[in-house]
């Protein structure tokens, strides 16, 4: 049988462009190989640079963490340049986005691919984008009576408005619409809530003031197109920062996972439905995963959705597949059929 040739799109413009690195070389690691070929392109920080390259320049690649402080551009060893999506086209089955934050998780890269009718995994250009927006997202839940937490939107320059309406500190500032914790902080008291405020906008001109939600930290992956299904919820328990933020979720022993989490049997199933719920509430397809906090560890509140989780070895979906059973190769070809099929 002739294999499935695999572009995994990988690095690009976001400051979780380092996660990606991670991502998308474990992802040509651990795709089958008697059934696919991995095509890897690096996307370079500023997105203007795609490089094809092979699988062995990709596990030469230095380590990205190191490279992050540092803002240095990583470089395969030997590739050759394409032009953006429009050379996939042409000699590709299927490209798998292993890609986080704007400008890969967020629909731009979607719309590009489908512009150049190449087939991809995960979420199609809305959900992506709705996934993205944690603003666009919490409007749409609020029609569905799903439980978030109470914010306020701040805008750079605008003076805070309403934040009485959050109540007393602690209050949890990020920025709208990024992802793994980048920019993310507690304010215990007002008087911190302006420094938490400049470090959300060091990533952009938008920010959430939540109330702080004190109680287990809950995760669930959910899988599937039109019929999704969820898989064991994990609990995060951070071990290094105050929550779940950028070195507890990257370093080896940033935080512990209790998988499946210690729940009862009805509120794990009414989690796993709520993160269905949400799943399908923005269209979400292939695979995702839904992030909660169980107030109180009685009442869960959904944080947001990430349309593309990661998939570096530490990571929770892969981690929940295999409680499930479902080894990190095949979850691969799972992620690839449902993007076949889309
Ligand atoms: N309202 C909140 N109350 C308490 N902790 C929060 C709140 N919002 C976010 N967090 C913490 O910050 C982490 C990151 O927030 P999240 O909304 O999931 O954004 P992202 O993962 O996209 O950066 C969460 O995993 C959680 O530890
Ligand atoms: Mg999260």
């Known amino acids: 049988m002739r294999k499935v040739k695999v572009a995994v799109l990988m690095g690009g413009k976001s400051p979780e462009h380092e996660?990606?690195?991670?991502?998308?070389?474990?992802?040509?690691?651990?795709?089958?190989?008697?059934?696919?070929?991995?095509?890897?392109?690096?996307?370079?920080?500023?997105?203007?640079?795609?490089?094809?390259?092979?699988a062995k320049s990709i596990f030469s690649l230095p380590d990205p963490i190191k490279a992050r402080s540092k803002k240095k551009e990583i470089v395969p060893l030997s590739y050759k340049e394409i032009t953006g999506a429009n050379n996939l086209s042409r000699g590709v089955d299927v490209a798998f986005i292993a890609m986080h934050g704007p400008y890969g998780e967020d629909g731009t890269i979607q719309?590009?691919?489908?512009?150049?009718?190449?087939?991809?995994?995960?979420?199609?250009?809305?959900?992506?984008?709705?996934?993205?927006?944690?603003?666009?997202?919490?409007e749409l839940l609020k029609g569905r009576s799903i439980p978030i937490p109470k914010y306020i939107v701040v805008k750079r320059g605008e003076k805070v408005?309403?934040?009485?309406?959050?109540?007393?500190?602690p209050y949890f500032v990020k920025p709208y619409n990024l992802?793994?914790?980048?920019?993310?902080?507690?304010?215990?008291?007002?008087?911190?809530?302006?420094?938490?405020?400049?470090?959300?906008?060091?990533?952009?001109?938008?920010?959430?003031?939540?109330?702080?939600?004190?109680?287990?930290?809950l995760t669930v992956s959910v899988i599937g197109n039109e019929d999704?299904?969820?898989?064991?919820?994990?609990?995060?328990?951070?071990?290094?920062?105050?929550?779940?933020?950028?070195?507890?979720?990257?370093?080896?022993?940033?935080a512990k996972e209790i998988v499946p989490a210690r729940l009862s049997k009805k509120l794990t199933r009414k989690v796993q439905q709520l993160a269905i719920e949400v799943y399908k509430a923005i269209g979400t397809s292939g695979f995702g995963r839904v992030d909660f906090i169980l107030k109180e560890n009685k009442y869960p509140y959904?944080?947001?959705?990430?349309?593309?989780?990661?998939?570096?070895?530490?990571?929770?979906l892969p981690k929940a597949a295999a409680a499930a059973g479902i080894s990190?190769?095949?979850?691969?070809?799972?992620?690839?059929?449902?993007?076949?099929?889309?």
């Open 228 to 254: 999704p299904k969820a898989l064991p919820v994990i609990e995060i328990r951070p071990l290094k920062g105050e929550f779940f933020d950028y070195e507890s979720k990257y370093s080896e022993s940033g």
């Open 179 to 217: 992802g793994s914790s980048v920019g993310a902080s507690i304010a215990r008291k007002k008087s911190e809530l302006k420094n938490a405020l400049r470090l959300a906008f060091e990533y952009g001109n938008i920010a959430l003031v939540d109330e702080y939600l004190k109680g287990k930290e």
């Open 19 to 54: 996660i990606s690195l991670i991502s998308g070389r474990e992802v040509v690691r651990n795709l089958d190989k008697s059934k696919y070929t991995p095509l890897p392109v690096v996307i370079s920080r500023d997105g203007s640079k795609w490089r094809l390259t092979d």
């Open 111 to 138: 719309g590009m691919l489908e512009l150049s009718g190449v087939k991809y995994t995960g979420s199609k250009v809305l959900a992506s984008a709705l996934g993205m927006d944690k603003i666009k997202f919490r």
């Open 161 to 169: 408005r309403n934040l009485k309406e959050l109540g007393r500190p």
């Open 328 to 342: 990190y190769p095949k979850l691969l070809e799972r992620i690839i059929k449902y993007a076949l099929e889309k």
């Open 302 to 316: 959904v944080l947001e959705i990430n349309t593309i989780p990661g998939l570096t070895p530490m990571s929770l």
